[in-house]
């Protein structure tokens, strides 16, 4: 058996572990609505084709806060500020789309710079100053959410608000910006006919833009030699130096791809016409559930597709286990699979002993697990690669092929 | 004069958590375990303590009898609840040699979810505050004084519980305008912290397993044990920083802690990963915090006349920007533990 397919295969055990866990949790609060309340959970996001477009709306940026997560991962990075990336980058798409009067692939383009410049920072000071970049990240979280919600609030042009609705219509609205579909339906990204289809505003051609998007990563990733510098980073950043390869430099630009990344996924969520931008007291959820679907798909572009997908579908699920039950209840389920798909290279051990396929493959993995744990004696040891294993695993892989 | 004893008030009850669950996380990176998941220990220590405050006040009426004694139970039930909690985190970073931040991280996310869950279940649905009931803060009748007699030489106020009135009496203000029993417990917590860090040998022995953990097991220290103990000890002090804040943010637990485990890891870095250093950055970033939210009230501070949402997001952005700035600048002088981060094996010297 492939290697690939154990990495599949130790996914869908911590997804079905999830969610008997979330089963059993509904049973403790009320055991009398909890199985049917479970299984419209299950089965609410193809139970009508509007479900099923919003599982499709709400997966494209999440692929794309994924392949930021995802992305840094593989470059030795965590990025935790897809949250302010995703917010910066959907200000910059309203405001282009609102202000200047831009049409959406424009858009589109100034949320991927804004979301790149919010990477850039935390990137430039890890590589100048070595500052940390999950605590930088954090950082600019919140300085991004905070900047964003006052822009909001107070860009003028001649002495009036332009955010905001009142702009266009009359309105005493002031904490939402302007509807798009009177702002500059220009703006709006292409239904291409898929809202008939679907019976849904919702549906538009953003999740095959992510799709696309998707694809180009894993091809710079594994194809290119641009993308073996950057893995190379992140496997062993002395190493990679020694080597010739400009380690600074590289740590800036995958922040920089990580952070356009996220910022893409705010244009493609805000730019379909369907939502505006609330002025939020909280970080957007929508960067760190990033997070879950980067480590689901085990940092794999490709995985970050389908792990999008089945995310956004439990939690469109999760939407009708209400009222009877909390909606949180779907991101304990998601938290429960992401705690166990923490020790994925325990329980690859384990399934590969167990299915023994392959004697060799079985002492290569077990070998190898302490082998990359313990691997590069870093200067500074947060940069341990979370996923140096699976990474690893997919690198034999290619060369098996 | 009433604003700078508020400001000195309100940085004290807020430098509080910061500095325990600084200290919390300073145990566990010292033993070599990153601990990303401060924010969700908090939340669950918060959670847990307020749910037993409002047992004590529904259930027992410790309002009326033993009111401090009411808080000090709640305060350690949060501690052990967090310790519960970063059992999570030890098994899964010490024993399973998982990938420390994705643990973590996963931690930080199920807290916030399951402390919603268990809202509503013991609150009944959408009824997401647990109001913290008045009687836990420290005021002059805490310690007998009764309306009218003298505290320092001035006549006792009466105070409005709920309203937190402005009073004129600077003493008065410093002392009952927002003193929690965490207050002390943190200073003790603190004092037990760096006698424990530095002049034990379990402190010590804690330490190398941070730097070179393969050294500390060939002279007979097990590994696993110390890690064990450091995280544990940073989920009890991650639990009572978690009831702190709630009990410094005034308004009731909302199943959350407002970025604070992950502010007081700034905490911990800028401190460079000691005792004393923590105090004082964890003092600093209190004091900015709290001239963020007290700007309008100051007379020196710009006040942006015609800006929308200054006191609201505009200088609540300051702790941040200064915390970018400093660890910036102080990013020289640096110096994680050694071996934080990579799961100890026993077979690699």
Request: proline content about 4%; charged content about 10%.
């Amino acid at each position: 058996m492939k290697k690939g397919m154990i990495s599949v295969l130790a996914s869908v055990i911590s997804i079905l572990i999830g969610l008997l866990f979330g089963l059993l949790l509904l049973l403790a609060v009320n055991s009398s609505q909890a199985f049917p309340k479970f299984g419209e959970m299950l089965t609410a996001g193809v139970s009508e084709m509007p479900k099923l477009a919003k599982v499709l709306y709400q997966a494209a940026p999440l692929i794309m806060t994924g392949l930021a997560v995802a992305f840094a991962f593989k470059t030795g990075l965590f990025n935790i500020g897809a949250s302010g990336q995703y917010t910066v980058g959907a200000f910059c798409a309203l405001f282009c789309a609102i202000v200047l009067r831009m049409p959406w692939w424009a858009c589109l383009i100034a949320a991927f710079i804004a979301g790149a410049i919010w990477g850039f920072f935390p990137g430039l000071f890890k590589a100048l100053f070595n500052v940390n970049e999950v605590i930088t990240s954090i950082m600019f979280n919140w300085i991004g959410m905070m900047a964003v919600n006052l822009l909001c609030m107070n860009l003028k042009q001649g002495g009036k608000l332009v955010m905001l609705p009142i702009a266009w219509v009359p309105s005493p609205i002031k904490d939402r910006t302007a509807d798009l579909s009177y702002a500059n339906a220009e703006a709006i990204i292409p239904r291409a006919g898929l809202d008939k289809l679907f019976n849904s505003n919702y549906m538009n051609i953003s999740i095959f833009l992510a799709i696309v998007v998707a694809l180009i990563l894993w091809v710079v990733l594994n194809r290119t030699t641009f993308g073996y510098e950057l893995k190379a980073c992140g496997f062993n950043k002395n190493a990679s130096t020694y080597a010739g390869i400009n380690a600074k430099r590289n740590i800036v630009l995958s922040m920089m791809i990580s952070g356009a990344m996220a910022g893409l996924g705010g244009g493609l969520y805000y730019l379909a016409g369907t939502a505006s931008y609330n002025i939020q007291k909280v970080l957007l959820p929508m960067g760190f559930n990033g997070i879950s679907v980067a480590l689901l798909a085990m940092s794999n572009p490709i995985g970050c597709i389908f792990s999008a997908l089945f995310i956004s579908y439990i939690q469109v699920g999760g939407e009708s286990l209400q009222p009877v039950f909390a909606k949180e209840m779907i991101d304990i389920i998601i938290a429960v699979i992401i705690y166990l798909s923490a020790f994925a290279l325990l329980t690859k051990t384990i399934l590969s002993k167990f299915i023994r396929t392959d004697k060799s493959n079985v002492n290569d993995e077990s070998k190898a697990a302490p082998a990359t744990a313990a691997e590069p004696p870093k200067a500074v040891p947060e940069e341990a690669a979370p996923t140096d294993g699976p990474a690893k695993s997919e690198e034999k892989e290619d060369e098996e092929k | 004069m009433s604003v700078l004893a508020d400001i000195i008030s309100a940085t004290i009850v807020f430098a509080v958590p910061l500095l325990l669950v600084a200290m919390g996380g300073m145990f566990s990176e010292r033993s070599g375990i990153i601990n990303i998941a401060l924010e969700g220990i908090m939340i669950m220590g918060a959670l847990m303590g307020c749910l037993m405050l409002r047992w004590l006040n529904n259930a027992v009426a410790a309002g009326q009898m033993a009111a401090q004694l009411g808080v000090l139970i709640a305060t350690l039930f949060a501690g052990v609840c967090g310790i519960a909690f970063s059992v999570l985190l030890a098994f899964a970073s010490i024993n399973l040699k998982a990938d420390q931040t994705i643990g973590g991280t996963a931690l930080n996310m199920l807290a916030p979810a399951l402390a919603i869950v268990l809202t509503w279940v013991v609150q009944g649905q959408g009824q997401t505050t647990i109001l913290i009931p008045d009687w836990s803060r420290i005021t002059p009748a805490t310690f007998g004084l009764k309306e009218g007699s003298k505290f320092f030489g001035s006549p006792v106020v009466p105070q409005d519980a709920v309203t937190l009135k402005v009073q004129n009496d600077f003493l008065q203000n410093l002392f009952f305008k927002q003193t929690y029993l965490t207050t002390l417990l943190a200073v003790l917590l603190f004092a037990a912290g760096v006698i424990l860090l530095y002049k034990t040998k379990f402190g010590l022995r804690l330490m190398a397993c941070g730097e070179h953990p393969q050294a500390a097991a060939s002279v007979g220290i097990n590994v696993f044990k110390m890690r064990w103990a450091g995280v544990l000890i940073s989920g009890f002090l991650g639990g009572v920083g978690g009831l702190a804040f709630t009990l410094a943010a005034g308004s009731g637990f909302q199943s959350s802690v407002a970025g604070y485990g992950f502010l007081a890891l700034a905490v911990m870095i800028f401190g460079n990963w000691k005792p004393w250093s923590i105090l004082g950055a964890s003092i600093f970033f209190a004091l900015f915090k709290v001239i963020g939210a007290y700007a309008s009230s100051i007379p020196f501070m710009p006040q942006f006349k015609g800006l929308e949402g200054v006191s609201t997001y505009l200088y609540p952005m300051l702790p941040y920007i200064i915390t970018m700035i400093l660890l910036i600048l102080t990013s020289k002088k640096s110096r994680a533990p050694k071996a934080e981060g990579i799961p100890y094996d026993k077979g690699m010297r």
